[in-house]
């Protein structure tokens, strides 16, 4: 929730000095989350090493005037604690989905009473429990809305913060600003003007099926890109492109696009017009999310959205790209699998190391071809794995590494082609270190082991509560029956000794 040092290292410096934010017991810790995730492999530069570049940052006065621009993001913060962190992209949309059908309810029913004079009290009841489970599903929403504020409000701090540190340090001493190359970039895009028009030029009259623009460092792609109807495959990776024109939609042949290494901040919702796209990256971008239209891309075979900004999938992806084989999201922050991720069918390989997973949903499961999964390094996120695991029984490699698990689900040993397993730098208890010494096979043994002893004891279990109503069953027929011959004993030694019909006059006279 706090400022991460590695996208925000001046804001996160003096939100750490604020005297109600402490300052962060390690310098890797991304503290965008409440629990502390390291992050090894993309070390933020330690606090002294940007008071080094920026050395005005210790100055009082600076760092005073920097506390009091940030007052907002700190006021912010403290309020999205209390309220919680950020619910999934999942909740969120099934709480829109819900919210909109009880509107719609609620306004039929109006139309209804509005042509009715009577006054239902059980209707009246419904209608107060709705409009509470109305109010529930905005909260919800507007938390979400809160922290994509906060989110933005991050940003735009950081910019602030960086104009005040320049404004301090010229004021110290005057830097003339010098436009380098300014005139080699006017003369690049004169190039590059000229370079483009030529190859649309020929790609339209030859009607080409292939385009390789990679490497070219180019800084848009022109809206004439999407007249190229015959275009089948198009490499732009590489290159300086912030966004994709929504022309894209007119590439109705297009089964490749790679858009890697740029800086794309979105993908166009037209990209979902790309019917016939069989492979698709956008891997080493700034993409904090897809559009939703991704997901009528149905012949999508390989999408790799790896090393970007990612939060979440979204919520229907597994219901459209039924045709997906590999799926890769290394290096970004997903932190839930949608659960219609479970209908992914034809999915072999799902690479998601480098996340912020906080665990799986049960319909995991269903992947039934999944052969390689990849959940390493989810770190202090990742605690368990639920038994739907060993529904997988397709799967040949499995790495969790570097995450908290304590132990491998019971279902582990039904696992029969798995063939290699990492399960370094997690505090495993079962199964025993030991036994993660001797192999796979041997873990694969003891957790079989494991899941039958588990059976027999439920077996067992269920055998004695079976036996103890059987008992308790035959105790209440015996107690019955042996009520039921006291009750016959008394009728008949009452009519032996004379009571019932044969009443005694004399006993009944008053004396």
Known sequence: MDPNPKNFPILSYVMTRIPSIKRPNHPESDIEQQRMSPRPAFNPEPYFELTERMPHLTDPQVLAAMRSAVADVSQTRSLLKTLGERPDHESVDMAKARL?????????????????????????????????????????????????????????????????????????????????????????????????????????????QRIDLSERRLPFLPEAFGKLHTLVYLNLASNQLEAIPDSVAGLENLEELNVSANILGSLPDSIGCLLKLKILDVSSNKLSSLPDSICQC?????????????????????????????????????????TSIGEMKSLQFLDAHFNELRGLPK???????????????????????????????????????????????????????????????????????????EGIGAVKVYMAQRWFDLLVEEEEKSRREAEAMAKASWLTRSTSWLAGAVFGAAGTASLYFGAGESEDPYLEEER
Do not use: C, W
């Open 363 to 437: 319909s995991i499961g269903k992947l039934s071809n999944l052969e390689v999964l990849n959940l390493s390094s989810n770190f202090s996120d990742l605690t368990e794995l639920p038994d739907a695991i060993g529904d997988l029984t397709n799967l040949k490699e499995l790495d969790v590494s570097n995450n908290q698990l304590q132990e491998l689900p019971m279902t582990f040993g039904r696992l029969d082609k798995l063939q290699k397993l990492n399960v370094d730098q997690n505090p495993l208890v079962i199964p025993p270190k030991a036994v993660v010494a």
């Open 100 to 208: 909109a059908e009880i509107e719609s309810m609620m306004s039929n029913q109006l139309d209804e009473i509005a042509l009715s004079d009577k006054v239902d009290p059980e209707e009246e009841k419904k209608k107060k429990a709705i409009e509470r489970e109305k109010q529930m599903h905005k909260a919800l929403i507007s938390l979400d809305q809160m922290h994509e504020s906060y989110d933005k409000m991050l940003s735009d701090a950081e910019k602030r913060l960086e104009k005040l540190y320049e404004t301090a340090k010229n004021s110290r001493k005057s830097i003339p600003v010098v436009d380098e190359g300014s005139s080699v970039q006017g003369s690049a895009v004169d190039d590059f003007k000229e370079e483009v028009v030529a190859i649309l030029t020929d790609a339209l009259s030859n009607g080409a």
């Open 298 to 338: 149905r012949s999508l075979v390989e999408f790799d959205a790896g090393f970007n900004k990612l939060t979440y999938l979204p919520t229907k992806i597994g219901y459209e790209l039924v045709n997906l084989k590999k799926l890769a999201i290394p290096l970004n922050k997903v932190r839930n699998f949608p």
